[in-house]
């Protein structure tokens, strides 16, 4: 098992940055990959960004976050952040930590494991 605990949430305004972090601990050995995800309410989860883990440290990210939020990883600390600067409030949404054993994909369902979530808002 792979426990995953996120922090680094809250509420600013558009045009400020946030870093979100998220702390791994138990089987780390056998991650393949750590990605963030998002849910707006009312809506599905979406693929944010994704960094192979145990490999060069490749990303990945969807088009509406490229040039603003960044993937990055710390092994030593066994810690993956996600840098977001320029805010949106489009933006604003609960952002999950996953951790997957076979794939830095965007597809959710080949994440093993998931942290329970830090709210992120962005007022106007």
């Known amino acids: 098992q792979v426990q995953l605990v996120e922090s680094g949430g809250g509420l600013v305004q558009a045009g400020d940055s946030l870093r979100l972090s998220c702390a791994a601990s138990?089987?780390?050995?056998?991650?393949?990959?750590m990605g963030w995800f998002r849910q707006a309410p009312g809506k599905g989860r979406e693929f944010v960004a994704a960094v192979r883990w145990n490999y060069a440290p490749t990303t990945y990210y969807t088009d509406s976050v490229k040039g603003r939020f960044t993937i990055s990883r710390d092994n030593a600390k066994s810690t993956v952040y996600l840098q977001m600067n320029s805010l949106k409030p489009e933006d604003t949404a609960a952002y999950y930590c996953?951790?997957?054993?076979?794939?830095?994909?965007?597809?959710?369902?080949?994440?093993?494991?998931w942290g329970q979530g830090t709210q992120v808002t962005i007022s106007s």
């Open positions: 996953a951790a997957s054993k076979t794939s830095a994909s965007s597809d959710s369902s080949l994440y093993d494991y």
């Open positions: 138990g089987r780390i050995f056998s991650v393949y990959a």
